[in-house]
């Protein structure tokens, strides 16, 4: 079974740190770029970051760039997200995604998320 | 990088066909075929419905279509159902840097 599962979540203060990790299995992990999305509660999905099959491209998005960092190690089907320097704004429900694949980019990465883990709740406050 | 612009709410009533736009700009969706669409029901994760424009994941129903033209890509879902009703949000490729931009999400009520 195709499985993506979140952990490391939890309740931080303003300014520290948390990593979160997301454990794959049922697919082949270092064929496919992964992804963190996050969701706000009541609000919409936000793309976080992502990273490629190789480590070779990765990108964030401006709301978190320079505070997070994205990982995989591919020897244990996992993906992490180093978060820094945590903010209220940062409080939702950050969910682990597995990238389609494509080849119209070099890289393999489409933007395009077909599994989803459950997700795992992060929430900033003092 | 800007969230791409989707209507707040749509309807329809049961055995009608419903478009949701998404418009971006010429950096993402007018740059890229890379636009996917997601059903995310209450407290649910999100479901991949269409990917590179108008590809269909195995297992979703071809009720669902996906187009798009110059900046701005569209869902259509036909004969629609009780159990269509969610929220939909597109999303798309932007570049090396930015992997993905979402829109702000619609949500669809089934009459």
């Known amino acids: 079974e195709v499985q993506l599962v979140e952990s490391g979540g939890g309740l931080v203060q303003p300014g520290r740190s948390l990593r979160l990790s997301c454990a794959a299995s049922g697919f082949t992990f270092d064929d496919y770029a992964m992804h963190w999305v996050r969701q706000a509660p009541g609000k919409g999905l936000e793309w976080v970051s992502g990273?490629?099959?190789?480590?070779?491209?990765?990108g964030y998005a401006d709301s978190v760039k320079g505070r997070f960092t994205i990982s995989r190690d591919n020897a244990k089907n996992s993906l992490y997200l180093q978060m820094n320097s945590l903010r209220a704004e940062d409080t939702a429900l950050y969910y682990c995604a597995k990238d389609i694949g494509t080849t119209v980019t070099t890289s393999h990465v489409s933007g395009a998320f077909d599994i989803w883990g459950q997700g795992t709740m992060v929430t900033v406050s003092s | 990088q800007s969230a791409l612009t989707q209507p707040a709410s749509v309807s329809g009533s049961p055995g009608q066909s419903i478009t949701i736009s998404c418009t971006g700009t010429?950096?993402?969706?007018?740059?890229?075929?890379?636009v996917s669409w997601y059903q995310q029901h209450p407290g649910k994760a999100p479901k991949l419905m269409i990917y590179?424009?108008?590809k269909r994941p195995s297992g979703v129903s071809n009720r669902f279509s996906g187009s798009k033209s110059g900046n701005t890509a569209s869902l259509t879902i036909s004969g629609l159902q009780a159990e269509d009703e969610a929220d939909y949000y597109c999303?798309?490729?932007?570049?090396?840097?930015?992997?993905?931009?979402f829109g702000g999400g619609t949500k669809l009520t089934v009459l």
């Open positions: 999303c798309s490729y932007a570049g090396s840097s930015t992997l993905g931009v």
């Open positions: 990273i490629s099959w190789n480590s070779g491209s990765i």
């Open positions: 010429s950096s993402d969706v007018g740059s890229y075929n890379l």
């Open positions: 590179e424009v108008s």
